[in-house]
């Protein structure tokens, strides 16, 4: 696709709830990354895909959160029995390490509110 | 240590004038830098990267590396209201543990006045 693509764009779910959210990168990219930002703050790495492995795991907050990625592309976060404090925005990037720069593409990310 | 730091701010410059925005990183490996805008409630877009020491001009933004002292900053000329937004310094390490890591700062609130 042309750009980064997340959903769903919004999601409110009730405490305990299981939620996954999806991320389509750029075609062709084979990196990609999953960063949380709650409101106000930074951007909190969670994961990293290089294909369909995770060299990098170490930002996952809890064993509640998992990720995989399928095929080299399309990739999904899961959290399970879902907390209040896991409201905040999950953004998904993808890069292709052949371009200049690396340059990392930012999705408009998935607005997660956990009621 | 934070591995990527920035001044929280809030800086507020007037209409016209120069902004100057830094961070500072921690690992001295550490390979490419990015400078992200973003406007509240938006997803974070890229401004610049530079790899090598010294400066990189694109438009009114000027990206300044010094990897002896690990600063990187970002200047903005003429800065305008439009440029009010979040700017967020991004380090990325392509080897060792850290590898394929983009690490973001917390960022720089900045808000331009006319």
């Known amino acids: 696709g042309a750009g980064v693509s997340q959903s769903p764009s919004n999601k409110v779910t009730e405490k305990g709830k299981d939620v996954e959210l999806r991320c389509d990168p750029i075609?062709?990219?084979?990196?990609l990354y999953w960063y949380r930002q709650s409101l106000g703050q930074g951007l909190e790495f969670l994961i990293y895909?290089?294909?369909?492995?995770?060299?990098?795991k170490s930002g996952l907050p809890s064993d509640r959160f998992s990720a995989e990625r399928t095929g080299g592309s399309v990739s999904t976060l899961t959290i399970q029995r879902t907390q209040q404090e896991d409201s905040a925005v999950y953004l998904c990037?993808?890069?292709?390490?052949?371009?200049?720069?690396?340059?990392?593409?930012f999705g408009e990310g998935s607005w997660l509110t956990v009621v | 240590q934070k591995e990527v730091e920035q001044n929280s701010g809030p800086l507020s410059v007037p209409e016209g004038a120069i902004a100057s925005l830094n961070c500072t990183y921690s690992?001295?490996?550490?390979?490419?830098f990015f400078w992200y805008r973003q406007y509240s409630g938006k997803s974070p877009e890229l401004i610049m990267f530079?790899?090598?020491?010294g400066d990189k001009e694109d438009g009114r933004f000027t990206a300044q590396l010094n990897k002896a002292s690990q600063y990187v900053s970002l200047l903005i000329r003429d800065s305008q209201p439009s440029d009010s937004a979040t700017y967020l310094c991004?380090?990325?390490?392509?080897?060792?543990?850290?590898?394929?890591?983009?690490?973001f700062g917390q960022g720089t609130i900045l808000t331009v006045h006319p």
């Open positions: 690992d001295r490996g550490s390979q490419s």
């Open positions: 991004a380090v990325y390490n392509a080897g060792g543990t850290s590898y394929g890591k983009l690490t």
């Open positions: 990037a993808s890069s292709s390490r052949g371009t200049a720069g690396n340059t990392i593409y």
């Open positions: 530079i790899y090598s020491n």
């Open positions: 075609s062709g990219h084979t990196a």
């Open positions: 895909f290089q294909g369909n492995s995770a060299p990098d």
